[in-house]
């Protein structure tokens, strides 16, 4: 109780206790008190509540769990950007009487279930299934890889490497994305870029692996087993320290709250922008292998090496962009990567030696792995309430991973024709993607504007 106010003690000495305009003043007099100190164990609360926060943030728990998330996108879209380098292999040898277009739909499929199980994954990640993901995630990855060193048929393939491989990376590629943001807020974006960046690496080793392996004469079979023990041996170090931050099954915000997002406009022209973004954004990596091996731009010794150069560039992409992100806003960032992005694509069709195929790998790379570590920045940096933050990553992979789905086979289609159609595709999509995030950034600008001078 607070102390009574001298006024109170001035009405008292003057008015009787049984005179009902003293008991109704001093009921008020102990109404306002009660309510002031509802206010103050509030405020209290909050404020200990962001200092606890403001502690933990950035600390070594917090880099511990981006390590974690290092090893999840190192399984799951680390192993997809190097479907490439197997599709290479595919067409001169187990596949060869399938046509490019057919072999793209096993890479889509597990691309298009990776990004499309998001809408599952981001609900349970935000309840708490954490560990649950990781553990199915890892078991079915590795699963994958396994049946896929038996396999010699087309529809084996799709069910093994593209089916369950697709299905385990998209119980690791959700949570890799959304645990960074629980543990960091002043670098969140940095540090999201350092997570995302296993992506590119798995990207970089497995494909030189694959190869390498081949050459010494392992076999198809081995080959593929023994990138199936390297993933389950990471996958366990990465079960072993991951942490979700909160209560298991309390933290879940309503399903209302997170299909909110769909009635904001940034964030409508936002998962549209990934739709077009992630129909262009694959081709290089499932074509370029092809494109410099039937053009002989590249020396062969060098060939097997080309995705490679796309996941070099893409890990610096990873990691530069977000540190400005921090700087600035993840949106505007996000708007300038991907106009150089559909600029790059554009400028495939002037590639046509080996330093220019190199160069083009690195700066496209560049540009995409950009692309892939700002998605969920933006979505943080549009997102007022982030317990919701799961679900709305997960929502925004839906059209994403639709786009992926179709956007290589189209591409593969279209090659019947020449490269030039193909490499037109890839610009064009790419354009309209940069015209969607441009969108996105002139309405928060506008509504801003509009709101500041309503006040």
Known sequence: MQPVAQDEFEISSSSSPSDPEYLQKQAGATELSFSDRQQHDSNRLLTSTMIKGHQRDGDASAWLQCLAAFFLMLNSFGLINSYGTFQAFYEVEI????????????????????LFGGIAAGPLFDRGYLRSLTCVGGFLVVLGMMLTSVCYSYWQFVLTQGLLVGLGCACLFTPGMA?????????????????????????????????????????????????????????????????????????????????GAWKEPAYVMFTVCSFFGFM??????????????????????????????????????RLIPPYLADMYDALTVAVIVILGLAVTGLCWIAVTSQAAIIAFCILFGFFSGAFLALGPAVVAYITTDMSTFGARVGMLLVPASIGTLIGNPIAGAVLTKNWLALQLFCGIVLIMSWMMALGSKGYLTWTKRHHSESL
């Open 179 to 259: 645990i960074v943001p629980q543990y960091f807020t002043k670098n969140r974006n940095l540090a999201l870029g350092l997570a995302t960046s296993g992506a590119s690496l798995g990207g970089i080793l497995y494909p030189i692996m694959f190869n390498q392996l081949l050459q010494r004469g392992v076999g198809f079979g081995w080959s593929c087993r023994i990138l199936a023990f390297v993933i389950l041996g990471t996958m366990m170090f990465a079960v072993a320290i991951v942490r979700w931050r909160g209560k298991q099954g309390t933290a879940a915000a309503k399903p209302s709250g997170a299909l």
């Open 95 to 114: 596949l060869r009487s399938e046509s490019a277009s057919n072999l793209s739909w096993i890479g889509s499929l597990q691309t298009f279930l990776s």
């Open 280 to 317: 262009g954004i694959y081709v290089p990596f499932y074509y370029i292998q092809l494109y410099s091996f039937e053009l002989q731009y590249v020396d062969p010794s060098l060939l097997g090496y080309i995705v490679s150069f796309l996941s070099l560039g893409s890990l610096f992409g």
